[in-house]
T-cell receptor, first 116, second 113 residues
Framework: DARVTQTPRHKVTEMGQEVTMRCQPI?????VFWYRQTMMQGLELLAY????????DSGMPKDRFSAEMPDATLATLKIQPSEPRDSAVYFC??????????????FGPGTRLTVT | AQSVTQLDSHVSVSEGTPVLLRCNYS??????LFWYVQHPNKGLQLLLK??????LVKGINGFEAEFKKSETSFHLTKPSAHMSDAAEYFC???????????FGKGTKLSVKP
């Protein structure tokens, strides 16, 4: 049963610290998405990649957030420095695209980040 | 530009009664629409999708949705709610050639015994 995995599942850190979240997409999927979910804003798309190249990162605060795909099996989302307003659940999703297969995204379990 | 609006932030039903979660869409062309479900502390899971084939789409767990172009709606229904249906439901529209999805704000479904 292929799944998207995310680590860590929970992270508590102090303001100003660097946070790195990792995602392993489903093998063979060529598109990776990063989302942030909060009670106030709901589900927001931060960035996404196809074939490891960034397609859109307009949803991401550029001064402190960065997203990369060092290889096809790993996507990372970094926050440096972290702030309390970054507290949220961060989801990674993967899929196939473009074309009709890109209609489905498979979500990981999320990383719950708390910045104090 | 594509967008979806979920008309209710919270819906409460009794077990065994019908479920209706409402979603309206806006699209400049024939849309591809989805419903995802999120159980507590879990990621989103695809329930069903409409991609310009049959207007009545059946999904997992007894859910279905009907695409109505005249009403720009894609409401999610289930004839009889089960306790395990309690979750948050997200309507979404395919954003275009880049492959992104645009989600609504979500509807939290509560099921009372």
């Amino acid at each position: 049963d292929a799944r998207v995995t995310q680590t860590p599942r929970h992270k508590v850190t102090e303001m100003g610290q660097e946070v790195t979240m990792r995602c392993q997409p489903i093998l063979g999927h060529n598109t990776v998405f990063w989302y942030r979910q909060t009670m106030m804003q709901g589900l927001e798309l931060l960035a996404y990649f196809r074939n490891r190249a960034p397609l859109d990162d307009s949803g991401m605060p550029k001064d402190r957030f960065s997203a990369e795909m060092p290889d096809a099996t790993l996507a990372t989302l970094k926050i440096q420095p972290s702030e309390p307003r970054d507290s949220a659940v961060y989801f990674c999703a993967s899929g196939l695209g473009p074309g009709t297969s890109s209609y489905e995204q498979y979500f990981g379990p999320g990383t719950r980040l708390t910045v104090t | 530009a594509q967008s979806v609006t979920q008309l209710d932030s919270h819906v409460s039903v009794s077990e065994g009664t019908p479920v209706l979660l409402r979603c309206n869409y806006s699209s400049s062309y024939s849309p591809s629409l989805f419903w995802y479900v999120q159980h507590p502390n879990k990621g989103l899971q695809l329930l069903l999708k409409y991609t310009s084939a049959a207007t009545l789409v059946k999904g997992i767990n007894g859910f279905e949705a009907e695409f109505k172009k005249s009403e720009t709606s894609f409401h999610l229904t289930k004839p009889s709610a089960h306790m395990s249906d309690a979750a948050e439901y997200f309507c979404g529209v395919y954003g275009g050639s880049q492959g992104n999805l645009i989600f609504g704000k979500g509807t939290k479904l509560s099921v009372k015994p």
